[in-house]
């Protein structure tokens, strides 16, 4: 996958810099008008980061709901004890097996 850096949108954060596979990011110092962000710029950052904060949360939220729900099920199931005990075994087995070796 190629990626690219948007230079428009570029806030000088660096965290583009780690992650980059070929270390073709370099971090040069803004010079002149790069250097100052008008308000409308500055503005729109900061919208990008409430939407992005906003979606981490709602994405966290459902998660955990997921998870509740997943659960919630697994209480009402009346095999939930048996499935339990036969997983335990199996891990078991395994264990020993892996210590014989």
């Known amino acids: ?3 690219t850096v948007v230079t ?3 806030s000088g954060c660096d965290l583009c810099v780690p992650p980059c596979p070929v270390d073709c990011i370099d ?3 803004a010079s002149g008008e790069d250097a100052i962000w008008d ?3 500055a503005d729109a950052a900061r919208e990008r980061f409430e939407r992005r904060r906003s979606r981490q949360e709602r994405e966290r939220r459902e998660r955990a709901e ?3 729900a997943r659960a919630l099920k ?3 199931d009346p095999d939930a004890e048996k499935k ?3 997983i335990q075994a199996a891990v078991e087995r395994a264990r020993a ?3 014989r070796t």
């Open 97 to 99: 097996r892996r210590q």
């Open 39 to 41: 308000r409308a710029r």
């Open 66 to 68: 997921r998870l509740a």
């Open 27 to 29: 971090m040069l110092p």
């Open 1 to 3: 996958m190629m990626h």
């Open 8 to 10: 428009e949108l570029c």
């Open 74 to 76: 697994a209480k009402e």
């Open 84 to 86: 339990r005990v036969i």
